[in-house]
């Protein structure tokens, strides 16, 4: 779908230039390359606003769920299904509108998350597929149902919209916004992660670097193997100490990486800087988890 592209301090819809034409336009029949990108792009941000209206809003249900007493009703298998499709509708609704798609566009995008779901109920509810099967099948006919949503309205020329300084700056960091939606389920139950989830935290840098091709600079990867002997360290520690010393020694090693993340925010190497803001947040939110839970947890 086309995007339109707005200012930040304008309270109206400023549209981009028409791209000029190129001289060595595609096949006839071939979409062109930017065209393609731009669908993919489209389907992964709908994807990650999907995944996010779950984060956000599930334990939101769970909750409402308890205090009015519904929580078996919620957790039965039709109704399980219409809340996830209801959580990622509202994420992707979010998304859409943010990048200007017609309100049309939004229901159609809307079905293609209801619409798997339901025409299995009837499947399910005559004993031929079990609840997993439900949940599964739903999901993967959702996938083929959004692409042909996107395909549809993939020229669709963007609605007028205008968006609050506020709201410009919330999506400018995404990064962090995602961090946090990851860390809401925690916060309802407070627990320390493993000690071994440690490992994870360089190794992330080292698999992005290798991929990216960004650890031959002066000293780089000197510095990468040296961070990995830090938290290799503090995980043998942790492992060996056990009890309450580990839980402590776990959540000070998640909340130093997030100094880790700081240094390469600010010195753009290695990880892509969107990933090094996700990360310190993401680490500095879960190192508060644990604390807390530490501190409301008996000796």
Same mark, same amino acid.
């Given at each position: ?34 065209? /393609? ?6 389907? $992964? =941000? %709908? +994807?990650? !606003? @999907?995944?996010?209206?779950? &984060? #956000? *809003? ?40 943010? /990048? ?6 939004? $229901? =159609? %995008? +809307?079905? !293609? @998350?209801?619409?798997?779901? &339901? #025409? *299995? ?40 919209? /205008? ?17 946090? &939606? #990851? ?117």
């Amino acid at each position: 779908m086309e995007n339109t592209r707005m200012y930040a301090d304008s309270a109206t819809a400023v549209p981009s230039p028409t791209p000029l034409p190129t001289d060595d336009p595609a096949p006839p029949g071939a979409a062109p390359a930017s065209s /393609r990108r731009r669908l993919l792009w489209h389907l $992964g =941000e %709908m +994807a990650l !606003a @999907m995944v996010a209206g779950m &984060l #956000l *809003l599930g334990p939101l249900w769970e909750l409402a769920g308890t205090a009015l007493g519904v929580g078996e009703s919620l957790a039965r298998p039709e109704v399980a299904a219409l809340v996830m499709a209801t959580n990622m509708t509202v994420g992707m609704t979010v998304a859409m509108r943010y /990048r200007a798609h017609r309100w049309h566009a939004v $229901g =159609e %995008m +809307a079905a !293609a @998350m209801y619409v798997p779901f &339901l #025409l *299995l109920f009837v499947p399910f509810r005559v004993g031929l597929i079990d609840a997993d099967a439900l949940l599964l099948g739903g999901h993967l006919l959702m996938i083929p149902a959004m692409v042909l949503v996107a395909l549809r309205h993939r020229h669709q020329p963007s609605a007028p919209v /205008r968006r609050h300084r506020v709201v410009v700056a919330l999506a400018h960091r995404w990064p962090a916004v995602l961090a946090l &939606l #990851l860390t809401v389920d925690m916060w309802v139950d407070p627990s320390v992660l493993s000690p071994w989830t440690m490992l994870v935290l360089p190794g992330g840098y080292l698999v992005i670097g290798m991929a990216r091709r960004t650890l031959g600079g002066r000293g780089v990867l000197a510095a990468q193997l040296v961070g990995l002997a830090v938290w290799v360290a503090l995980t043998v520690g942790a492992v060996l100490a056990g009890g309450r010393t580990a839980d402590w020694l776990v959540a000070f090693g998640w909340l130093a990486h997030a100094g880790w993340d700081v240094a390469h925010h600010r010195n753009r190497r290695v990880v892509p800087r969107s990933y090094a803001e996700f990360c310190v947040v993401l680490d500095v939110a879960l190192a508060a988890v644990m604390v807390l839970a530490i501190l409301t947890t008996d000796a």
